[in-house]
């Protein structure tokens, strides 16, 4: 199992970026693909991005598209998503998650979960 930890979370305004990371807990982080959920107030988790368990392979959700950029170093047991030109429709709570699934982008395909970090985009 892994335990993923989030940081990097903040107050930001519109057009600007941040970094946030996952660091996972476990021998095992390097098995499991690692994702990016967030939870907007009053919204139901969203999918944000993924990356694969030796980052060949990595999927963005739509509204994320162009501007978030997920990546890992498995030597450091680490997950980060680059946030860029942040727009105030980005705030919402941010989780880091593990799947042992193969192209996983629903909220039930990860079996391990973060505590969540904010992030706040003013405009």
């Known amino acids: 199992q892994v335990q993923p930890v989030e940081s990097g979370g903040g107050l930001v305004q519109a057009g600007g970026s941040l970094r946030l990371s996952c660091a996972a807990s476990?021998?095992?982080?390097?098995?499991?693909?690692m994702g990016w959920f967030r939870r907007a107030p009053g919204k139901e988790r969203e999918f944000v991005a993924a990356i694969t368990s030796n980052g060949s392979r990595i999927y963005n959700g739509d509204s994320v598209k162009g501007r978030f950029t997920i990546a890992r170093d498995n030597a450091k047991n680490l997950a980060t998503l680059q946030m860029n030109s942040l727009k105030p429709e980005d705030t919402a709570v941010y989780y880091c998650?593990?799947?042992?699934?193969?192209?996983?982008?629903?909220?039930?395909?990860?079996?391990?979960w973060g505590q969540g970090t904010q992030v706040t985009v003013s405009s």
């Open positions: 476990g021998r095992t982080f390097s098995y499991y693909t």
């Open positions: 998650a593990g799947s042992s699934r193969a192209v996983p982008t629903l909220p039930k395909d990860y079996n391990y």
